[in-house]
């Protein structure tokens, strides 16, 4: 497991203790306190004890510290991706576009179709979509380092836009895409303080920018019983699989629709479905994979699954 999967497990723990924090904080306080006087009578000093109680608390408040990172912060994934340089590629999960490029095409039934990518970072996402012919792709993020990165890197690739935009504050008009993806950005947002009131505003814009009939597609590491109440607050019909990335790794693929009339053929939820089987490849998507492949050939960075 990397490090930024640990600290996404770490977050989970962390937010799920605050849950009970008055619970653990009286337990903690009574239990020094008692440990305090067991020392006095016994020994009749109990200064060491304070002294140790004291620094186990200083140093598990900093170790908390660097494990819960400021996802909600700018300036925290500013560094990060200045730390990891103008060719570093993460693909939260290790889920690539050729993962799921099936289920895109099914939802994406004309190519010139808009196209939003939420919380982009340096995923090579928007690439690939152009490289597969989905040109009228935007990508928007928080970080404007990662966003500069991202726009001198694929330079070449004119039609794809990068916008410094916060995700639960959209600047969009209402019903402007057809399809948008998320992949670790609800995670991160999950992740941070108040989550509940920030999944709220986020899945209420992504909502209202999502054109009637189109699709939500959420990449996570979170199952559906922590899932699905975040669907609850609008109308989605709602779909739930897995997907397989690279190195073992795997994460959870929501398919949520805007307007349950719109889907024309259900998949199956009941089997994960396998979306690098060569036997679902149709001619058409060959000559899509051959514009994928070649533009997959031509960039020289080293791709580095989270």
Known sequence: MSMAQWKIVGAKILLKLLDYGVYIFTFTLVSSMAAIVY??????????????????????MVFLGWLLPAFG?????????????????????GVSYLDVRLIIRRIMTVKTDSILHVGCGNSTFPSDLWDAGYRNCTSIDVSSVVLQQMSKRYERKHELQWLCMDATNMSFDDSTFQCIIDKGTLDAVLCTNNPDFWVKAYMK???????????????????????MKSFSKHPWSVEHRTVAGRDGNSAHLY???????????????????????SNDLDSSIEDEMTGLMSGARKRSAAVNPV
Not at 39 to 60: Q, T
Not at 76 to 93: F, H, N, P, R, T
Not at 255 to 277: C, G, Q, R, V
């Open 39 to 60: 020392v006095e009578v016994h020994y009749g000093n109990s200064i060491w004890m304070i002294m140790a109680l004291s620094f186990s608390i200083f140093f598990v």
């Open 255 to 277: 398919l949520a629709t805007k307007d349950e009339s719109h889907i024309d053929e259900t998949l199956s939820s009941s089997n994960d479905y396998d979306f690098n089987s």
């Open 73 to 93: 912060d700018t300036t925290y994934w500013d560094s990060q991706y200045a730390k990891g340089g103008q060719d570093e590629v993460i693909e939260w999960y």
């Open 205 to 227: 814009d992504v909502y209202r920018v999502l054109k009637d009939g189109g699709t939500f597609m959420l990449i996570t590491g979170y199952d559906p019983k922590d899932m």
